[in-house]
T-cell receptor
Framework: EAGVTQSPTHLIKTRGQQATLRCSPI?????VYWYQQALGLGLQFLLWYDEGEERNRGNFPPRFSGRQFPNYSSELNVNALELEDSALYLCASSLILAGITEQFFGPGTRLTVL | AQKITQTQPGMFVQEKEAVTLDCTYD???????LFWYKQPSSGEMIFLIY??????QNATEGRYSLNFQKARKSANLVISASQLGDSAMYFCAMREMMNSGYSTLTFGKGTMLLVSP
């Protein structure tokens, strides 16, 4: 069974540009989560999508946005890039069942803003 | 207040020895789950072990076990017989079951484990 996939692996942008990151969840998973991990820091929750709807949002400015498609894949868009947006962006997926289930993570997209 | 606290920024252990990574949590919800993830230098987060708040027994997965002390709100990860490949960053995380539904995962800041030969 294929795991969570993310593309691209690396992305280099300059300040003010827009970045688009993509995530495909494990087959059958309906929830997709996005996290930011800046260098030396833990994971900061960005966005949670389930069944095409945004369920929760972390403490990030509106220039961080995303969407989930009918096939449950997801996009994270970062507008007006700033230097501090340089980080590893991790996507995770899970299936919401009765009880609490683990999230399975993708390999991440490393975004560098110059 | 932090929901997940990992007080050890770094830990060193010799190969084949056991090591305990500390994690304390803060929640008022009766239903929650605790997770440990491993993050090697490649960046991918690898799920290790899960403990539900209502689970009576401590979770175990191979060389990993979770020392769950509910009254003390601690969920320490124990790695037995450390291997060189265990060198990585380890994150403790919690997911709460709120009235509005499931919350997202809250992560601690992590503990860097280095295993020496």
């Amino acid at each position: 069974e294929a795991g969570v996939t993310q593309s691209p692996t690396h992305l280099i942008k300059t300040r003010g540009q827009q970045a688009t990151l993509r995530c495909s969840p494990i087959s059958g998973h309906t929830s997709v989560y996005w996290y930011q991990q800046a260098l030396g820091l833990g994971l900061q929750f960005l966005l949670w999508y389930d069944e095409g709807e945004e369920r929760n949002r972390g403490n990030f400015p509106p220039r961080f946005s995303g969407r989930q498609f009918p096939n449950y894949s997801s996009e994270l868009n970062v507008n007006a890039l700033e230097l501090e947006d340089s980080a590893l962006y991790l996507c995770a997926s899970s299936l919401i069942l009765a009880g609490i289930t683990e999230q399975f993570f993708g390999p991440g997209t490393r975004l560098t803003v110059l | 207040a932090q929901k997940i606290t990992q007080t050890q920024p770094g830990m060193f252990v010799q190969e084949k020895e056991a090591v305990t990574l500390d994690c304390t949590y803060d929640t008022s919800d009766p239903s929650y789950g605790l997770f440990w993830y491993k993050q090697p230098s490649s960046g991918e987060m690898i799920f290790l072990i899960y403990q539900g708040s209502y689970d009576q027994q401590n979770a175990t997965e191979g060389r990993y076990s979770l020392n769950f002390q509910k009254a003390r709100k601690s969920a320490n990860l124990v790695i037995s017989a450390s291997q060189l490949g265990d060198s990585a960053m380890y994150f403790c995380a919690m997911r709460e079951m709120m009235n509005s539904g499931y919350s997202t995962l809250t992560f601690g800041k992590g503990t860097m484990l280095l295993v020496s030969p």
